[in-house]
């Protein structure tokens, strides 16, 4: 999509620093991190938020909580644990209409929701 940030990030237009990269997902540091570890990982395909996915996409989505999990072992914060979260929609809280995964860590977490 042309006017998708994330899209011009996967097609290198936008400068980012990346932390995994593979055919189908990209994940980087996010430029206003929530928190010590902020990681957003996203599918290459755009995708625009959950309500966006389908059944063809199930594979794709697999992958990419396979990668989140690979990612917090590799960094070293699996065990001492972190957030996966997706916002979908306006009132959801999503900035980026293009599905993403933001990863939360490196510092406890309270129930506030992020």
């Known amino acids: 999509m042309e006017d998708c940030v994330f899209c011009k ?7 980012s620093n990346k932390v995994f990269e593979n055919d ?17 990982v996203i599918p290459k ?14 594979d794709l989505i697999g992958k990419i ?3 989140i999990r690979d990612i917090a072992k590799e960094q070293g914060f699996a065990d001492e644990g972190y957030r996966v ?16 995964f933001h990863i939360i860590g490196g510092k ?5 929701i992020v």
């Open 108 to 112: 406890k977490l309270g129930d506030k």
């Open 9 to 15: 990030i996967v097609d290198g237009k936008i400068p």
């Open 85 to 100: 979260i997706s916002n979908c929609g306006i009132n959801g809280g999503q900035e980026v209409p293009h599905l993403h």
């Open 24 to 40: 189908e997902i990209l994940a980087f540091k996010d430029i206003n991190p929530a928190a010590p570890i902020h990681i957003l």
């Open 65 to 67: 909580f396979a990668v």
């Open 45 to 58: 395909k755009h995708i625009k938020s959950i309500n966006e996915i389908e059944n063809k996409d199930e």
